[in-house]
Each structure stands twice: as structure tokens, then as C-alpha cells.
């Protein structure tokens, strides 16, 4: 197994080099706004325009600025972004200070989307399972369905609207309180939006859970651990939900990186100071070093994920072995 994460470990900078490079060529290749006139604003003049592209580099060959870029990447030096420093590169707020900030907000309302998507995606699909063709399995079949339909941004833009209406109730949008300084105002602003985006990210794995658990329900084994007169309970959770588990783990693999962009939605409409509602302002603005970072982080999260997901099936499946 080791020797199996090293090799996998080994393409992950070939994979980070390849995303950089198109991140990189694709966003000075867009059409739109030119990065300097987005810094200097309306009524910029040319030679205002000039010395920003010039503080930032921009002036040069596109392949210059990719090899330093990069160089300073392998270095740990992320750069600094555009908007902070007002167009002068030596100004702006290193990207290193920014995301220390916001990851806190961003690892929490993905950490707990994750563990909602879980519960009540395995939960409700061996449920579903267990009273097959039943009121509880037909309603968890169309709630999974409805979940899967309806848009996140609609449910979130709705959590704002409907509180306010009914029952004069705000829900808190802008901001970030740590949880270890106020818990309910921490709760109130990241758990409605960690249910939503979890209940949706839960809507395949109900379904995946539910098909896999009927299959092995009518196994062999199953029928002969009923047969010693283990309990219910027993052989649901230590025999036929152990055996399910290699294709469920892969689907909440899946689940995460669809959880990962319902957070950007999540933090834009809320305005949580994020790392989501972070890219989302530097695309718009055209911060490219912002852009450009985060991007390659997003790829080596969705990689690494991959990888534990790939190794956990040796400690799940005591049948699959590594070469």
C-alpha cells in the first residue's frame, strides 16, 4: 500500500503542473476586461494603466510571466493580490495571509456538509433499503430526488427570504464568528448552509446506498447469518453495510467535490469571507494570481481526496490488495 501511495503521491506534481499551466494560459486568454482597467476603475487614463501593467508584470511574454509565477509557487511564494495594492505589485496583500484567513470558514462549512451529506445519505438509503417498497422507502426515494433537482442557490436565496417573511426572522449573512468564540452565532450563520448543501450532496448516495444494500441483502451470507439468529441490527451493520461500503466511500469522494463548489455558491450568497466567496470576487475582478492559486489548491484537494478514497478500500475490503 505504501508503495502504491508514493507512486500515486509522485503524479501529483506532474497534475498540479498541467492545471497550472492552463489556469494560467486560459485566464489571460478570456475576453474581457483588461486586469489593469479592472484595479484603476472608470476614467483610468493610458499612462495610469501603463504603470499598473507594469507594476504587475503584465507587460511582458505571456511564457516569462507563467516561469515566474510557477517559480514562485514551487517557493511557497503565492504572490500577492492585484485589487489590495491598487495595481502596485509590491503592495498588495500576500495571497498566503489571505487564504490563512479564510480557510477556517471554508474547512468548517465543508467539514460539516460533509458529515450531514453522510448521515443522511447512508442513513436514508439503508433505511429505504431495509423497508423496500414501503411509504418510508417511497418518500425517501422522492425526497432524494428532490434534493437532487432542486438548485442550491435557490434553496440558500430562500433561507434568507422565508425566515424573514414568516416568522421575522433573520438569518445572519455577512461575516464570520469562530465557533470557539460564539457558537450560536457561529451555528446560526454555517448550519443552515451546511445542511443544504449536505442534504444535496446526499441525494446520489441515498440512491447508490440503497441499490447496493438491496443487492447484498440477498446474498448468500445474509441469509445464513439470519439463519444463526444473529440480531437485525447485527447483521445490517457488521455484515451487509461493511460489504457495501467500497462503492458508498467512492460516492461520498464524489459527494465532496460537489460540496466543494456548492460552497462557493454558499459564501457568495451568504457573504461568508471564505475561500469560496474569495475566488468568486477575484474571477469577477480579474485578480489573476488569486484565481490562478486557488485553482491549483482545489486541484490538489480533489487529488488527495481521491487518493484516501483509493486507499481506504484496503481497510474496508480486507480482499483488495494494492500492487
Known sequence: MIRY???RLLWLPIILFGVSAIAFFVLRGLPGQDPAAAIAGQGATEPQLERIRSDLGLERPVFVQYGEWLGKLVRGDFGREYRSGGGDASSGEPIKDGFSRRFT???QLLFMSLIISGAVGVGF???SALWRNSPVDYFVRVFAVLAASIPEFFLLTLL???PSYLWAYSQPVGGYVSIWEDPWSNLRLMGPAAVIIGVGGAAGLMRLTRTTMLEVLRSDYVRTAHAKGLRGATVVLTHALRNSMTPIVTALG???VA????SIIAEQILSIRGLGEWFFTAAFTRDLPVVQFLTVY???VVVLVNLIVDLSYGFIDP???YS
Open 298 to 300: 482545489t486541484a490538489a
Open 160 to 162: 434568507i427570504i422565508i
Open 105 to 107: 470558514p471554508t474547512f
Open 5 to 7: 501511495a508514493l507512486r
Open 125 to 127: 438509503g439503508i433505511i
Open 259 to 262: 460540496i466543494l463548489g456548492g
Open 319 to 321: 480482499r483488495v490488495r
Open 254 to 256: 464524489t459527494a465532496f
